[in-house]
């Protein structure tokens, strides 16, 4: 039985001992587990603020925006793979339709923000504000990326548009994302990524 593997840190790795196992909802047979001990919390955190949130922080948003469509492109080639993976968490045709194919909608819905944006890191919203008598003191919102990184713990039952809906809108804010998806659900999950 395969162990699902997590990618942190820019690798795919599994977490130490033999996990929990995770059951087939229809056939109840255990084919895979996960196991999250081992994993270095605060040293992923690390490397998503350093390594990911500065690669990030340095694209326009129409990079970003490209790079969400790219995603999206990908993954709607596979589509049926994710179906197939489906199945197993006992959804139907037409539960894995709103799950699957809604998270990649979402991406393509991120990914056309990007129109909206110049093409740069930053933008700058509205007009300048006169904060003072005579314009000697002024003000302008400029939106930037965050240096942080953004932690989402995923629900069983949506676990891709749960995930994607939530990494999309970050990534193109340029942040980076952690996800821990349900166990129940993280193979389909994972498969996104």
Not at 160 to 179: D, H, Q, S, T
């Amino acid at each position: 039985m395969n162990k699902i593997q997590h990618y942190v840190q820019g690798q795919w790795t599994s977490g130490k001992e033999e996990g929990t196992p995770i059951l087939d909802a229809i056939t109840g047979d255990a084919f895979t587990s996960i196991a999250i001990e081992g994993l270095d919390i605060p040293e992923i955190l690390n490397y998503g603020r350093t390594k990911g949130g500065e690669v990030l922080r340095k694209m326009t948003f129409q990079e970003r925006g490209n790079m969400l469509k790219s995603l999206a492109l990908y993954l709607t080639k596979r589509k049926e793979q994710f179906y197939e993976l489906s199945y197993r968490t006992g959804a139907t045709r037409v539960d894995s339709w709103i799950d699957i194919e809604g998270g990649f909608g979402n991406l393509f819905a991120n990914a056309s923000l990007r129109k909206l944006f110049p093409n740069q890191p930053y933008h700058v919203e509205g007009e300048p504000i006169d904060l003072s008598r005579g314009g000697r003191f002024m003000a302008h919102h400029i939106m930037v990326p965050k240096k942080g990184v953004a932690v989402h713990i995923n629900a069983f039952n949506f676990p891709v548009w749960g995930m994607l809906e939530k990494c999309a809108v970050n990534w193109m804010a340029g942040v980076p994302a952690i996800v821990l998806p349900a166990p129940s659900s993280s193979y389909l999950g994972r498969s996104c990524c």
